[in-house]
């Protein structure tokens, strides 16, 4: 069955950087485009960054644009999310999710399916 | 900056019907935004429940359905469950990989 885990996650000051990674499995991970969501506190879910299934696209939401950055791993079945220069409002549970393909009236676009159980990163001095 | 935005919360007597809307800034949501609903309840992992406006996931109960709705995405969940008691989120699609999840409805069953 479709797993997958995140670690990496921890206390971290301000202005610090922190690695995240999510470990797949019970799929043919190069096959599918991924994505990190988080959610802060009391508050919602945000999508935050996407990639393509060879990690040569990659997309951000402007929030992190800049201080982040998605990668991937296919030989070691790993996405990773790099987070620099950290801020007390990226604190929250972030979630690693597998994204599959669907075709709607000609446009194919790839849309969440399976998340992880998250990992927490908390920025505090 | 896009808005996509759901009721906050919403009560439901178990058995009845409830309707989650989903609405975005940029105008009426069509098939082309591929909505999709999420439920997250306290301490799991979130469990995505339709995509593509309509399409169920094959561990998504019959009783939950997507639709659009007067220029907004809706979920609609008929007989509802206490299990049903949950945060939903939908999700629109707005091109060049970005997606926004709008700001979740607590739905509460009593």
């Known amino acids: 069955q479709v797993q997958l885990v995140e670690s990496g996650g921890g206390l971290v000051k301000p202005g610090g950087a922190l690695r995240l990674s999510c470990a797949a499995s019970?799929?043919?991970?190069?096959?599918?485009?991924m994505s990190w969501i988080r959610q802060a506190p009391g508050k919602g879910l945000e999508w935050i960054s996407s990639?393509?299934?060879?990690?040569?696209?990659?997309y951000y939401a402007v929030s992190v644009k800049g201080r982040f950055t998605i990668s991937r791993d296919n030989a070691r079945n790993s996405l990773f999310l790099q987070m620099n220069s950290l801020r007390v409002e990226d604190t929250g549970i972030y979630y690693c999710?597998?994204?599959?393909?669907?075709?709607?009236?000609?446009?194919?676009?790839?849309?969440?399916?399976?998340w992880g159980q998250g990992t927490l990163v908390t920025v505090s001095s | 900056q896009t808005v996509v935005t759901q009721e906050p919360s919403l009560t439901v007597s178990p058995g009845g019907t409830v309707t989650v809307t989903c609405a975005s800034s940029?105008?009426?949501?069509?098939?082309?935004?591929?909505p999709n609903w999420i439920q997250h309840k306290p301490g799991q992992a979130p469990r995505s429940l339709i995509y593509?406006?309509?399409k169920n996931r094959s561990w998504t109960p019959a009783r939950f359905s997507g639709s659009l709705l007067g220029g907004k995405a809706a979920l609609t969940v008929s007989g509802v469950q206490p299990e049903d008691e949950a945060d939903y989120y939908c999700?629109?699609?707005?091109?060049?990989?970005?997606?926004?999840f709008g700001g979740g409805t607590t739905l509460t069953v009593l």
């Open positions: 990639t393509n299934t060879g990690g040569f696209n990659k």
């Open positions: 019970g799929f043919t991970f190069g096959d599918y485009y």
């Open positions: 999700l629109l699609y707005y091109g060049a990989g970005r997606w926004v």
């Open positions: 593509s406006t309509t």
């Open positions: 940029t105008g009426a949501v069509t098939s082309g935004y591929f």
């Open positions: 999710a597998r994204l599959f393909e669907d075709e709607v009236e000609g446009l194919r676009v790839d849309q969440i399916d399976f």
